[in-house]
């Protein structure tokens, strides 16, 4: 299997543990940031702030901070910025009080926790495709994905049994413990590179430290807009399955959190069996497979407020979650692809659009889900049905070839690609 081949080089291995402990973390971090807001306020509204709170920086960096972002991307960077994110982390319980004064502090790290995340996320997805040679990009963005799903079945699911010894709000202490692992492993990665071969080698994407601007990339590549506009339409439209799944199963099945559960362990189950066949797909045509996944997931997604039984619901919940992973890894290897400089730009285009798209779904579509689950689920899968056929229909009218520049090896990459 590809992803075992990958796990035998060292610096793979290395990078894939540290994002393992640091992805479980920030699922302990968020689910414990929203039971400490609840149990303290007992307001939903505030619960909604902190989550708009923690997606802000994403939105403004991504469109006004490329040059600051540009500036982290190195592992040695990115490990001064996972310390920051453990020092935060690990101060928060020290900070925290449940009254007016604590939730401000709290909003203040979330805000600053969302800022060096933002940082973070798009430099990491730009250097990892310089860990393995061009052809296997699509492999190893399938391993860091599978990393995400396991992430979010074994966050909920230990997070019961670590509040038998700790609190929630200590729960952020142990997520600044991933976030310190991660920064040492990030750490030798940067001295690895700096051994192996020279300090000019130390970062992959030093070529990507003068930043570009999107939009002559995406003129270029108008598929990759296409694709990347999709993205954030399907986010926002999955707010309805977000939040209205529990409306769903109550108001028309009359099932409580069991059956929630085991819709939840279906996707889920569904994302494992996808990953690894979006990981090895080896034939072309991406803008296809991705749209046709969107596409599929949309018409799922909208099949859920019209059916009358839970076997078939648990179904359509299995099939939404195999297609998953064929979005996520389509789109990001595709982008792997590219030069340093454009793959860091539209990576950090493309989570812009993804997190302002969660956002203002998660504002609007709540009042779309109040009046009616049943309708909300056929809007928004169809919504996202048709965006993904349009936006393949568009991408068959255009002339200009979208093909990734093929991105010579740097030395370095060459001698830790033959571990």
């Given at each position: 299997m590809e992803h075992l081949r990958l796990l035998r080089r060292r610096p793979v291995l290395v990078l894939w543990l540290a994002q393992s402990l640091s992805v479980l973390g920030d699922r302990l971090y968020a689910l414990a940031v929203m039971w400490v807001v609840y149990a303290a306020t007992g307001s939903a509204s505030l619960m909604g702030l902190v989550a708009v709170?923690?997606?802000?920086?994403?939105?403004?960096?991504g469109t006004v901070g490329r040059r600051l972002v540009s500036r982290f991307s190195s592992y040695r960077a990115l490990a001064w910025v996972d310390g920051a994110r453990a020092a935060v982390a690990v101060a928060l319980p020290f900070l925290w009080s449940p009254d007016a004064r604590g939730i401000a502090?709290?909003?203040?790290?979330?805000?600053?926790?969302?800022?060096?995340?933002?940082?973070?996320d798009p430099n990491l997805?730009?250097?990892?495709?310089?860990?393995?040679?061009?052809?296997?990009?699509?492999?190893?963005?399938?391993l860091l994905d599978l990393t995400g799903r396991i992430?979010?079945?074994a966050g909920p699911a230990s997070i019961g049994l670590l509040l038998l010894f700790v609190s929630e709000v200590q729960l952020f202490a142990l997520n600044g413990a991933t976030f310190a692992v991660s920064a040492v492993a990030l750490r030798w990665l940067a001295r690895r590179y700096a051994t192996s071969a020279g300090e000019a080698a130390e970062r992959p994407a030093s070529r990507a430290r003068?930043?570009?601007?999107?939009?002559?990339?995406?003129?270029?590549?108008?598929?990759?807009g296409l694709a990347i506009g999709l993205h954030g339409v399907a986010l926002f439209c999955s707010a309805v399955t977000a939040i209205g799944?529990?409306?769903?199963?109550?108001?028309?099945?009359?099932?409580?959190?069991?059956?929630?559960?085991?819709?939840?362990?279906?996707?889920?189950?569904?994302?494992l069996l996808g990953n690894p066949l979006a990981s090895n797909r080896r034939s072309g045509g991406w803008l296809t497979v991705y749209c046709g996944a969107w596409a599929l997931q949309g018409a799922a997604t909208a099949c859920m407020g019209l059916v009358l039984d839970l076997p078939a619901l648990l179904l359509l919940a299995l099939l939404t979650g195999i297609v998953t992973p064929a979005t996520s890894v389509t789109l990001r290897a595709h982008l792997g692809a590219f030069a340093?400089?454009?793959?860091?730009?539209?990576?950090?285009?493309?989570?812009?659009?993804?997190?302002?798209?969660?956002?203002?779904?998660?504002?609007v579509l709540p009042f779309l889900v109040d009046a009616s689950p049943r309708n909300a689920f056929v809007a928004g899968g169809l919504t996202v049905a048709c965006s993904a056929l349009a936006s393949l229909i568009a991408s068959s009218r255009l002339l200009r070839p979208d093909v990734a520049p093929a991105v010579p090896t740097a030395v370095g990459d060459r001698t830790m690609a033959s571990e």
């Open positions: 709170a923690e997606s802000l920086p994403y939105i403004v960096l502090l709290l909003l203040a790290g979330v805000l600053l926790l969302g800022t060096l995340g933002a940082l973070f997805g730009a250097l990892v495709p310089d860990l393995v040679e061009p052809e296997r990009v699509q492999q190893i963005t399938g992430a979010r079945i003068s930043s570009v601007p999107a939009g002559p990339v995406l003129r270029e590549h108008p598929r990759v799944m529990p409306a769903l199963l109550a108001t028309r099945y009359g099932a409580g959190a069991a059956v929630y559960g085991l819709v939840t362990a279906a996707v889920g189950v569904g994302a340093p400089a454009e793959r860091l730009r539209l990576m950090s285009v493309d989570q812009t659009i993804i997190r302002t798209g969660g956002t203002a779904g998660m504002l």
